[in-house]
């Protein structure tokens, strides 16, 4: 996906229905050594660090990451964990347009 330098960004990871209750997670790196970047377990509310803000959707069974005012450090491989599975997501900065997708 890319992001457009100084603007926001929204990304959607999927959960299964058995993760409902597991913290959901947004962490930059790769499994084994992700910095965190944003956590939470509260539902159907935003919660923010940061630039970074979570928002769980429960009954969609998805959570949304919103990175905002995108710069070029910010630029690398992200992971979606629900405490179980994780999804991978790769992240470009760039000066232009915005490309949000799904990542799980």
Same mark, same amino acid.
């Given at each position: 996906?890319?992001g ?16 409902e209750?597991?913290?959901?997670s ?11 970047k944003?956590?939470? %377990? ?5 919660e923010? #660090? ?7 959707n429960?009954?969609? #069974?998805f ?7 995108? #710069? ?5 491989t992200? %992971? ?11 992240l %470009? ?12």
């Amino acid at each position: 996906m890319t992001g457009s330098l100084g603007s926001s960004l929204i990304i959607t990871c999927k959960y299964p229905k058995e993760s409902e209750n597991n913290c959901k997670s947004f962490c930059k790196g790769r499994r084994g050594e992700c910095a965190s970047k944003i956590s939470g %377990r509260t539902r159907n509310q935003w919660e923010r #660090r940061g630039r970074f803000s979570l928002y769980n959707n429960s009954t969609g #069974r998805f959570f949304m990451v919103t990175i905002d005012q995108l #710069r070029p450090e910010d630029a690398g491989t992200y %992971r979606c964990s629900d405490a179980g599975d994780d999804a991978e997501v790769s992240l %470009r900065v760039m000066e232009g347009e915005s490309s949000s997708t799904d990542g799980g």
